[in-house]
């Protein structure tokens, strides 16, 4: 045992050791806060802890609304699916419908069924058929008669003639006259070159 004999030498060993313990104090690193780890893919089919907590994620989807989903009607967008179809029973028109998606019009609509035009509104459900052709029985439709459309995901929904009238191929305004609701339109030529055609305006019943 060291025993110090010198007064000096003594408190010169004290004011050391104060010292050093106040440097550990110092440099000891201070203790990390605890993360709150997240469970997220690791994309290979396994499971792994990540912190994610600093990236504020939210899902895309409330889960509130995932119940509720399943029973909304299917939307009025381009599907996947089978054709849909097109029934006027007044004039013997029962027709499939297949998408029309040029929108540059350079491509003939089909010759064999109701083509659906995508490139219009989207609240127009827009029909185009050939006179003479499929849609000649057509110029047979008045004014109040019904028109039955059915989607791709087998959404049906009826309609009636509320306007008949002459247009310009060039002239797409009539499409914007009243956008804010759905509207069915049906398309064809009125004469052999095509640049002027009956439009039949039809509203949901």
Known sequence: MLIVKYPKVKLLLIALLILGTLLIFLWAPS???????????????SQSMVDVSHLNLRPIIEPALISTMSELPPPWERPIGLPGRVEIDSVGINK????????????????????????????????????????????KAKVGDTV??????????????QKIFLNSRTN????????????????????????VDWIYRADPV
């Open 148 to 161: 039955i459309y059915r989607d791709s995901y087998g959404h049906e929904s009826t309609f009636k003639i």
């Open 31 to 45: 203790k990390p806060e605890a993360l709150k780890p997240t469970l997220v893919s690791s994309g290979s089919g």
């Open 96 to 139: 499939s419908v297949v998408d029309y998606t040029d929108c540059n019009g350079i491509a003939d609509p089909s010759m064999v069924n109701v083509s659906r035009d995508w490139c219009m509104n989207e609240n127009a459900i827009y029909l185009v058929a050939h006179n003479p052709g499929i849609f000649t029985p057509l110029l």
């Open 172 to 195: 797409a305004q009539f499409l914007y006259e009243d956008s804010s609701s759905l509207h069915l339109y049906l398309q064809t030529c009125a004469i052999p070159d095509g640049s």
